[in-house]
C-alpha cells in the first residue's frame, strides 16, 4: 500500500504569516545576482521590477559589476546602507546558502530565491537544502522557493519574477507549484482578461508553504478568491487548518496534479516531494470547502463566478428554468457534487400557483415553460429569495421564446443586489 504523504509533516517553527508583509508589500528590494546580460534570469528580474513601476527602492547586488542597468550595484547585501525587506536571489545553487545568511545577518525579512538545484536533485542538492534551513531557523526570515518563477502583486507594480508577461490588478490570489504552469497561467489570464490581487510560485517550498500562503490570503483585502495548483502537501494539518478557516469567508479553488502512480513518480522529480493516494486528498479537500477542478480554465472561471457570490449558507439550491432536459442535468450535477435540491415550503408553493400557469411544474427544479418572459421568471426567483429552505437559485434559460436572454440578465443582476443569497 502506497504510504499517505498527505498528513506527514516537516520538524519546523509554526512561523505562520510573521514577515510575509515583507515578501509582498516590501519598501525596499535586493535582487541578489542582478546582471546586464542579456536573457539571464537576473537581468529580467531587474527589468521587470523596474520596469514596472514598482515605488520601493531596488537595489541590484552584483560583486562584478559597479552598476547594473544604470543602477549602483553593491558587492553583498551587507554592503547596501538601509535595511532590506525582500532579497531576490538569482545566483548559482552553491552560492545561495551564504547569501541567506548574509541576509539573515542584514536583518532581511523575506527571501525569494529564483534559483533552482537546492532541493529537486540528489547529491549536493540535500546538503545545500540542509544550510538553507539552518539559516532560516537561525534567523527567522521567510523563504519562498527554490526554484521559484518569482512573486507579482500588480496593485503596487511588484514584479520580482522572472516571467515575461505582466498581470492585470484583480482579486484573485493564484498560488502555484509549477513555475511553468504559472508562466501559462499568465499568459492565459493576460488574454482573458482575468485579474490578480497576486502570484505565487512557491517552487519547491523549503520554508513557506501553501498554509501560510493561504493564511496569508484568507485575510488580504485585496482577494476575493484563491486559487492553487498542487503536486504535494507536506503539512496536511497546517494545510487543511488555513483552508478550512480562509474557505468559510473565501472562495478556494484548486487543481491538484498527480493522481495517479506514474504521475506521482513525475512529481516526485519535479519538486522533491511525493504525493499520496489521489482518494485521501479527495476527501480532505472535501472536509475543508475546498473546490477540487481538473482543468486550468476551469480554475479561473471557477473562481472569478465564486468570488461574484456570497458564501451559500447551506447546499440548498433551487433551478429555475424553462427547459426540462437542462434542468436533469443540473440536478445531476449539483447532487453529483454534494448539493441539494432545496425543498420547497408550503408558502413557496402556494405562491408560486398563484403567479404560474397550471400546466408548470411546482417541483423543485421550477420548469416555467419555453414561454416565461423575464417577468415570470422575476415572480419565481423573488418567490424563491424567500424561503428559508433555500440558500439560493439557478436559472437556466434556453432560447425558446421571445424573451431576449439580455433582458433576462438584467433582471437577475437587478434582483441579486437585493438580496445575500
Known amino acids: 500500500m502506497q504510504k499517505n504523504y498527505f498528513s506527514e509533516t516537516r520538524e519546523q517553527p509554526n512561523l505562520g504569516i510573521e514577515n510575509l508583509n515583507r515578501i509582498f508589500t516590501p519598501k525596499r528590494i535586493a535582487v541578489v545576482g542582478a546582471s546586464d546580460r542579456e536573457g539571464s534570469i537576473g537581468a529580467k528580474i531587474f527589468s521587470n521590477l523596474i520596469g514596472a513601476g514598482y515605488k520601493g527602492e531596488v537595489f541590484p547586488v552584483n560583486p562584478y559589476r559597479q552598476?547594473?542597468?544604470?543602477?549602483?550595484?553593491?558587492?553583498?547585501?551587507?554592503?547596501?546602507?538601509?535595511?532590506?525587506?525582500?532579497?531576490?536571489?538569482a545566483t548559482p545553487a552553491h552560492t545561495v546558502p551564504q547569501v541567506t545568511k548574509e541576509c539573515g545577518k542584514a536583518e532581511v525579512g523575506g527571501v525569494i530565491i529564483i534559483s533552482a538545484g537546492l532541493k529537486e536533485t540528489s547529491g549536493n542538492g540535500a546538503s545545500l537544502e540542509k544550510q538553507l534551513m539552518e539559516h532560516q531557523k537561525k534567523y527567522g526570515m521567510r523563504i519562498i522557493g527554490p526554484n521559484s518563477l518569482g512573486v507579482i502583486r500588480p496593485k503596487v507594480n511588484l514584479y520580482a519574477t522572472f516571467a515575461h508577461k505582466q498581470?492585470?490588478?484583480?482579486?484573485?490570489?493564484?498560488?502555484?507549484?509549477?513555475?511553468?504552469?504559472?508562466?501559462?497561467?499568465l499568459d492565459w489570464a493576460s488574454e482573458a482578461q482575468?485579474?490578480?490581487s497576486a502570484v505565487v510560485s512557491t517552487g519547491s517550498i523549503l520554508d513557506v508553504d501553501l498554509g501560510d500562503l493561504i493564511d496569508y490570503f484568507g485575510i488580504d483585502a485585496q482577494t476575493r478568491s484563491i486559487v492553487l495548483y498542487v503536486e504535494s502537501i507536506k503539512n496536511g494539518r497546517k494545510f487543511m487548518s488555513a483552508a478550512r478557516c480562509s474557505a468559510r469567508t473565501k472562495p478556494i479553488v484548486l487543481v491538484k496534479a498527480g493522481r495517479f502512480k506514474e504521475s506521482i513518480e513525475a512529481a516526485l522529480s519535479h519538486s522533491g516531494s511525493l504525493g499520496g493516494e489521489d482518494s485521501v486528498y479527495g476527501a480532505a479537500f472535501k472536509r475543508a470547502g475546498i473546490v477540487r477542478v481538473e482543468a486550468i480554465r476551469d480554475l479561473f472561471n471557477c473562481a472569478e463566478a465564486l468570488a461574484m457570490q456570497p458564501n451559500p449558507a447551506n447546499p440548498n439550491l433551487a433551478i429555475i428554468t424553462n427547459a426540462g432536459g437542462p434542468a436533469i442535468?443540473?440536478?445531476?450535477?449539483?447532487?453529483?457534487?454534494?448539493?441539494?435540491?432545496?425543498?420547497?415550503?408550503?408558502?413557496?408553493?402556494?405562491?408560486?400557483?398563484?403567479?404560474?400557469?397550471?400546466?408548470?411544474?411546482?417541483a423543485n427544479p421550477i420548469d416555467i415553460y419555453e414561454e416565461a418572459t423575464?417577468?415570470?421568471?422575476?415572480?419565481?426567483?423573488?418567490?424563491?429569495?424567500?424561503?428559508?429552505?433555500?440558500?439560493?437559485?439557478?436559472?437556466?434559460?434556453?432560447?425558446?421564446g421571445a424573451t431576449k436572454p439580455v433582458d433576462l440578465a438584467n433582471t437577475i443582476v437587478d434582483l441579486s443586489k437585493h438580496t445575500r443569497k
Open 194 to 196: 482575468v485579474g490578480f
Open 67 to 89: 552598476k547594473v542597468q544604470g543602477i549602483t550595484a553593491y558587492p553583498s547585501i551587507s554592503k547596501i546602507p538601509c535595511k532590506i525587506d525582500l532579497a531576490v536571489i
Open 167 to 185: 498581470a492585470r490588478p484583480g482579486k484573485i490570489a493564484f498560488i502555484s507549484q509549477s513555475a511553468a504552469l504559472c508562466a501559462s497561467a
Open 329 to 362: 442535468m443540473a440536478t445531476d450535477y449539483l447532487i453529483a457534487r454534494d448539493g441539494k435540491l432545496a425543498k420547497l415550503s408550503n408558502e413557496t408553493v402556494q405562491a408560486l400557483k398563484s403567479v404560474l400557469p397550471s400546466y408548470c411544474s411546482i
Open 374 to 400: 423575464p417577468n415570470r421568471f422575476r415572480n419565481v426567483m423573488e418567490i424563491c429569495l424567500k424561503d428559508p429552505n433555500n440558500s439560493g437559485f439557478l436559472v437556466i434559460y434556453t432560447h425558446q
